[in-house]
C-alpha cells in the first residue's frame, strides 16, 4: 500500500482479518486450565430472595464453585457505581440504590444476578445453574416510569422514595413562561422515545484469570475502555489493586455505548478466579445480551414551543421523564441531563429555554448510552416539534427552520453549549436539492394515483461531540476526567507505532489513525501500526464514545507527533549541518528547503538509536506522549431528509429515499465516514420503524429474541445519498468534529415526520410498525 495521508478513501486495513475469520474476540481466548461460567437469574422482576440453596449444584459433575452474593460481600466486593453525579433542583443529590453484582436479599429487574455456577464446560455449568434452588417471595413490580412516580407504586429502593431519583433542571423558568404566554401561537407534544436494546454483534463476554504466584489478576473484556474498566474495579469494587490488575479488550465487534459501562460479570469472573483457583470465562447468549445489556432511550416527554407573529421561536419548554431501569449504570445519570438537555436548542436561536428531567428506577434493565446518548432523544423532541409546528402555522417546515437557525458564530445558547463553528443552512440546502425537494407534489400526486400515500420529513440536527473538557465536565458532576493520551514510537528501522488510548470496535481506528501518521510524515501507511485495548501496553486513557476518538483521540496524537518532528528535524538538520527552522518533512524524508540535502526517514531514527552522532545534549530515542484535553465539546450538524410511501390498507411503509448531508468538519477517510452514516441512519431507521423493547405488566421482557424483536434488514432501509460539507473545527488542531453517532441522532425524526406527514396526523409514536400506522390512518377518517 502506498502513501495514503489525511483525505484518501483508504481500505480498512483491519479488515483482513475480520472478513478472514481471524479476528482475536474474547470468546477466542483460551488459556490453560480455563473453565466456563454460567450467571444464575432471577426469573421475577421484583422480588425477596427467601433462601438459596447451591448444595445439589455443587455435587453436579464437573462443577467447580457455586459462588453467592453473600461470599462476594463477605469478600468485601463493591457495589456498582454511577460515576456522574446529578444534583436535584433543591440541591439534594442523586439517589443511587445498591447494586451488588451479586444480588443478595433482593431482585429488582428479571435477569438480576444471583449466583454463579463455574464448571468444566459450558453445559455442564448450565446444567448446575439450573440446579440452583431458589425461593423467592415476589412483589409488585413496576415497568413504567410514569407509573413509577404514583403514590403506592411499588418502591425499588430503599433510598429513593417514589422511585425518584432525582429532579434537575436546566434553563430559566421564568422567562420560558413570560415567553410561552405572550406568544402568537404554541405547539404542544407529547413525545415518547421508545426504549432499544443495542444488540451488538459480538455479545458481551469476559475471562478473568487470577495468577497465585504474582497475585495479579488479568480480565479480557469487550469494553470500550479498558483502562476506565480498571480504574473502577480497582478504586471503587475492590476486585484488585490497579497495579495488580491488567484489563484487555482485543477485537471488540460492536459496542454503540452498551460496551462502555462495567457490569456484574467482569467483577463477578475476575473475582470467581480468585475463589476457585482457575481461569472464568463467561459469553453472553443472545437472551443474556437482550436482558442484561444496558438498554437506550426510554423518555417520555411534554413538549411547549412557543413562535412570534414573525414565526421566530421565542420559548422552548421541556418536561420529561427518564426511565433509568432497576439500577443507575455508570454513566446513566449524565445521558437525560448533560447530554440530552444542553442539546435542546439545536440548530435554532431560541432565547428562552427551560428542561426539566425527573429520572426514575423501574423493575427493568438498567438504562444507559446508546449511539448518540441523548442527543437522539433531544434531537426527536426538537425536530417532531418543529415539524409539527410547521404544519400548525401552514408553512414550510424547511422555510420554518431557516428561519430560526443560528447565523452567527460563536453562539451561547441557554442551556450551556457554545456552538463554536457551523453553516447549517448550507446542508439545508444540500439535503433539498438532493432529495428534489421541490418535486415531491409531483410525486406525492403519483403515488397517489397508485393509492399510496407519499410523506416527506425532515431534521436538521446538531450534536456535542468529542467529550469534554474534564474541567468542564468536572464541574458539572463527572467523576474522570474526558483527556485523551497517545504515544508515538519511531523504532530504529523508521517504522511507527501509535499508542493509544482510544479503542476501536468497529470505527476504523488502524486506518484514519495510520492515515494521520503516513500523511504528517510521508511514510507508507503499512509501517505503522496503531496499538490499542491494553491496560499493560498503553498508558492510561479514556477510550472511545460520544465520537470523540477523532477530534480528541487522534488530537493527542497529532500533539505527539509535533514533538516527534521536532525533535527529527533537530537530528536531521545536525546531520545535515543545517539550520532546523530549514528542514522540512516530506516525501518519507527530512530536507532542507531550497536545496537538494536530504536525510531519509528510516536514517534520521537510525540515528536516533545509535546515538552516535545526536546534537550535544540530546537523550537518544524518537518515542514521544501527549495527553490531549479538549477546549470544548464539538458540534456536527446536518440535515436529512427521508421520503416514504405507506399502502393504506396495511399501514406497510417503504422508505423511497433517504438523503443525509452532514458536516462533519476536516475528514480522514471519506469511505469510513460514509460508512458510519449508513450504520447510524439504519440504528435510526430501526428505531422509527421496527424496534421496542416490550415489557409486560409483571417485568417480563416480551421482546427478548429476534423473533420478537425486530431489527432492520437490507430489506427496510433504501439506497442513502449522503454528502458532507466542512465548517472545520476551531477547538482541535484537526479540525475535526466526529461522525459515528449523527446517523442515528438525525434519522428516527426524519422517518417518523415523514410518515406522519403522509398519514396526515401528529400523533404517531415510535416505531411505527405496520399495525401502528394502519390504526393512525383509521384515526384520521382516512
Not at 422514595?161 to 413570560?178: K, P, Q, S, V
Request: proline share 5%; glycine share 10%; net charge negative.
Amino acid at each position: 500500500m502506498g502513501i495514503e495521508g489525511i483525505g484518501a478513501r483508504v481500505a480498512r486495513k483491519e479488515d483482513k482479518r475480520f472478513i478472514t475469520g481471524a479476528g482475536r474476540y474474547v470468546d477466542d481466548m483460551v488459556v490453560p486450565g480455563m473453565k466456563h461460567a454460567a450467571f444464575v437469574r432471577s426469573p421475577h422482576a421484583h422480588a425477596e430472595i427467601v433462601k438459596l440453596d447451591v448444595e445439589k449444584a455443587r455435587k453436579m459433575p464437573g462443577v467447580i464453585g457455586v459462588l453467592t452474593g453473600k461470599e462476594l460481600k463477605a469478600d468485601g466486593i463493591g457495589n456498582l457505581i454511577c460515576g456522574w453525579m446529578i444534583h436535584s433542583k433543591d440541591g439534594t443529590p442523586m439517589k443511587m440504590g445498591a447494586w451488588s453484582p451479586l444480588a443478595v436479599d433482593r431482585v429488582r429487574y428479571v435477569g438480576d444476578a444471583v449466583a454463579v455456577v463455574v464448571a468444566d464446560t459450558k453445559g455442564q455449568a448450565r446444567d448446575a445453574a439450573e440446579a440452583v434452588e431458589i425461593t423467592y417471595s415476589e412483589l409488585p413490580a413496576v415497568i413504567n416510569a410514569e407509573e413509577a412516580l404514583k403514590n403506592g407504586a411499588p418502591q425499588i429502593h430503599p433510598e429513593a422514595e417514589n422511585n425518584l431519583i432525582f429532579d434537575w433542571e436546566i434553563g430559566e423558568t421564568g422567562a420560558t413562561d413570560a415567553a410561552i404566554k405572550a406568544a402568537a401561537h404554541v405547539t404542544r407534544l407529547r413525545i415518547v422515545n421508545n426504549r432499544l436494546v443495542p444488540n451488538a454483534m459480538e455479545p458481551r463476554a469476559a475471562l478473568g484469570v487470577y495468577d497465585r504466584a504474582e497475585d495479579h489478576y488479568t480480565c479480557w473484556t469487550t469494553s470500550q475502555n479498558p483502562h476506565v474498566a480498571r480504574l473502577v474495579m480497582s478504586a471503587f469494587y475492590n476486585v484488585a489493586p490497579e497495579n495488580k490488575l491488567r484489563v484487555i479488550a482485543p477485537d471488540v465487534g460492536g459496542g454503540f455505548g452498551s460496551k462502555i459501562y462495567i457490569y456484574p460479570e467482569e467483577i463477578v469472573c475476575l473475582w470467581a478466579s480468585k475463589k476457585t483457583g482457575v481461569p472464568v470465562k463467561w459469553v453472553a447468549d443472545r437472551t443474556e445480551s437482550f436482558l442484561t445489556d444496558a438498554h437506550g432511550r426510554d423518555h417520555v416527554s411534554m413538549v411547549e414551543m412557543a413562535f412570534d407573529k414573525n414565526n421566530r421561536i421565542t420559548a422552548l419548554k421541556v418536561d420529561t421523564i427518564a426511565n433509568l431501569g432497576a439500577y443507575m449504570s455508570l454513566f446513566s445519570s449524565c445521558v437525560p441531563t448533560y447530554l440530552y438537555a444542553t442539546l435542546l436548542s439545536g440548530q435554532y436561536n431560541i432565547p428562552a429555554i427551560h428542561a426539566n428531567v425527573r429520572a426514575v428506577y423501574t423493575n427493568t434493565a438498567p438504562v444507559d448510552a446508546y449511539r448518540g446518548a441523548g442527543r437522539p432523544e433531544a434531537t426527536y423532541v426538537l425536530e417532531r416539534t418543529m415539524e409539527t409546528a410547521a404544519r400548525e402555522l401552514g408553512i414550510s417546515p424547511a422555510e420554518l427552520r431557516r428561519t430560526n437557525f443560528v447565523t452567527e458564530f460563536p453562539h451561547q445558547t441557554p442551556v450551556i453549549m457554545n456552538y463554536d463553528a457551523g453553516d447549517y443552512a448550507a446542508s439545508l440546502d444540500a439535503a433539498m436539492k438532493a432529495a428534489d425537494y421541490a418535486g415531491f407534489a409531483k410525486r406525492k400526486a403519483e403515488a397517489a394515483k397508485k393509492g399510496l400515500l407519499r410523506g416527506v420529513g425532515m431534521s436538521c440536527y446538531i450534536e456535542a461531540c468529542g467529550l469534554a473538557p474534564s474541567a468542564a465536565v468536572g464541574s458539572l458532576g463527572a467523576g474522570v476526567g474526558l483527556w485523551e493520551s497517545a504515544e508515538v514510537r519511531v523504532n530504529a528501522v523508521g517504522t511507527i507505532e501509535v499508542l493509544t488510548g482510544s479503542h476501536s470496535h468497529g470505527q476504523g481506528h488502524e486506518t484514519t489513525f495510520a492515515q494521520l501518521v503516513a500523511g504528517r510524515l510521508g511514510v507508507p501507511i503499512d509501517s505503522v501500526s496503531i496499538v490499542h485495548g491494553d491496560t499493560d501496553k498503553v498508558q492510561m486513557g479514556m477510550g472511545t464514545y460520544g465520537s470523540r476518538s477523532g477530534a480528541v483521540g487522534m488530537s493527542a496524537i497529532s500533539k505527539a507527533l509535533d514533538k516527534v518532528e521536532a525533535k527529527a528535524r533537530k537530528i536531521a538538520a545536525h546531520l545535515m549541518e543545517a539550520d532546523e527552522s530549514d528542514v522540512v518533512i516530506e516525501d518519507g524524508a527530512l530536507k532542507v528547503a531550497g536545496t537538494d540535502k536530504s536525510v531519509p526517514w528510516f536514517q534520521v531514527a537510525l540515528a536516533a538509536y545509535t546515538a552516535h552522532n545526536l546534537p550535544a545534549g540530546m537523550e537518544p530515542g524518537l518515542k514521544e506522549t501527549s495527553f490531549y484535553d479538549p477546549s470544548n465539546f464539538t458540534f456536527p450538524a446536518g440535515c436529512y431528509i427521508c421520503e416514504v410511501e405507506i399502502d393504506p390498507q396495511t399501514g406497510a411503509t417503504e422508505i423511497v429515499q433517504f438523503v443525509a448531508a452532514d458536516d462533519f468538519g476536516n475528514i480522514i477517510n471519506p469511505m469510513i465516514v460514509e460508512g458510519q452514516v449508513h450504520g447510524g441512519i439504519a440504528q435510526g431507521i430501526g428505531q422509527a420503524m421496527l424496534e421496542g423493547a416490550i415489557y409486560d405488566p409483571g417485568g417480563q421482557l416480551l421482546t427478548a429474541s429476534y423473533m420478537d424483536y425486530t431489527m432492520p434488514r437490507a430489506g427496510d432501509l433504501p439506497l442513502f445519498k449522503v454528502s458532507t460539507s466542512n465548517t472545520p473545527c476551531p477547538g482541535n488542531p484537526l479540525g475535526m468534529k466526529g461522525c459515528g453517532e449523527a446517523g442515528a441522532i438525525g434519522s428516527p425524526p426524519a422517518v417518523m415526520n415523514a410518515i406522519t406527514d403522509a398519514i396526515g396526523s401528529n400523533e404517531l409514536n415510535m416505531p411505527a410498525t405496520p399495525s401502528r400506522v394502519w390504526a393512525a390512518i383509521r384515526a384520521t377518517g382516512h
